[in-house]
């Protein structure tokens, strides 16, 4: 497990250009809720819907990630909520496009869900490479997941 630090929904800490209602967006995807703007060390945006597959991620993940209300670009990420401990989650990561996993990702998907009441503080959140389980504690983010060995080498100095 590792403590990926306080969660913020301030305007100012995210940044965003403007001061606006975090919690409700005015960026929007069909068929999802307006977007919560979280910072876990780098700026989230968070939509809540369904049938999260169907979603063009790559059509719409650079438009939100360039949007003007973000001075330093955002990640995107599009639950779908299982219950109030399982969401399934895609993500576009700023500078980077579509990636399998993002664990700051799920922090802030898990802290928006929970400030919104649509999740409890401890949720598994289904990536397209497995779960990380995501558990909120006094507005920290405590994250908990397999840790594998990617790559071994040598380097001749």
Same mark, same amino acid.
């Given at each position: 497990s590792v403590n990926l630090g306080k969660c913020f929904t301030d305007w100012e800490k995210i940044p965003l250009t403007k001061k606006i209602d975090t919690l409700n967006m005015p960026i929007k995807i069909e068929n999802f809720n307006n977007g919560i703007a979280v910072n876990v060390g780098n700026p989230h945006i968070v939509f809540f819907g369904q049938n999260i597959e169907k979603v063009n991620l790559h059509q719409i993940g650079p438009e939100i990630e360039n949007h003007e209300l973000f001075p330093n670009k955002t990640n995107v990420e599009i639950i779908e909520i299982i219950n109030? +401990? +399982?969401i399934k989650m895609r993500v576009w990561?700023? %500078? =980077?496009?579509?990636t399998l996993a993002c664990?700051?990702?799920?922090?802030?998907? =898990?802290?928006? %869900?929970m400030l919104k009441n649509f999740l409890d503080k401890k949720v598994e959140v289904i990536l397209e490479k497995g779960s990380l389980y995501i558990e909120i504690i006094n507005d920290e983010a405590i994250m908990s997941g397999p840790a594998q060995i990617s790559f071994q080498g040598n380097i001749e100095i």
């Open positions: 109030k +401990q +399982q990561e700023r %500078g =980077v496009g579509i664990g700051s990702g799920a922090c802030a998907a =898990v802290y928006a %869900g």
